[in-house]
Nanobody
Framework: QVQLVESGGGLVQAGGSLRLSCAAS????????MGWFRQAPGKEREFVAA????????YYADSVKGRFTISRDNAKNTVYLQMNSLKPEDTAVYYC????????????????????WGQGTQVTVSS
């Protein structure tokens, strides 16, 4: 069982930056593939970024590629999402998700592939 708690959301102007954190409980975090998703009002939850259990493989949605960076610190049981050059369309509730990776290089980018979810953190980008 893994519990995920996001933090770091807030209000930022367009062009600004935020770093989200997701703290995980449980001793097997280092074997978990992790991901970030977001959900804007009236829209479906969508994939943002994913990382394998070692942090050596990452994958991004086209809409955030080059602006967002996912990383992890297994010693701290934490995964991060550094968000730069933020746009108003990035406004959403951001969710952290996790699952045990099938292989060391595995990462996942669909909602149904993840087993554990955080409660979400609001990110609002003003124009």
């Amino acid at each position: 069982q893994v519990q995920l708690v996001e933090s770091g959301g807030g209000l930022v102007q367009a062009g600004g930056s935020l770093r989200l954190s997701c703290a995980a409980s449980g001793s097997t975090f280092s074997y978990y593939a992790m991901g970030w998703f977001r959900q804007a009002p009236g829209k479906e939850r969508e994939f943002v970024a994913a990382i394998n259990w070692s942090g050596g493989s990452t994958y991004y949605a086209d809409s955030v590629k080059g602006r967002f960076t996912i990383s992890r610190d297994n010693a701290k049981n934490t995964v991060y999402l550094q968000m730069n050059s933020l746009k108003p369309e990035d406004t959403a509730v951001y969710y952290c998700a996790g699952r045990r990776g099938r292989y060391s290089g595995s990462y996942y980018y669909t909602i149904n592939e993840y087993e554990y979810w955080g409660q979400g953190t609001q990110v609002t980008v003003s124009s």
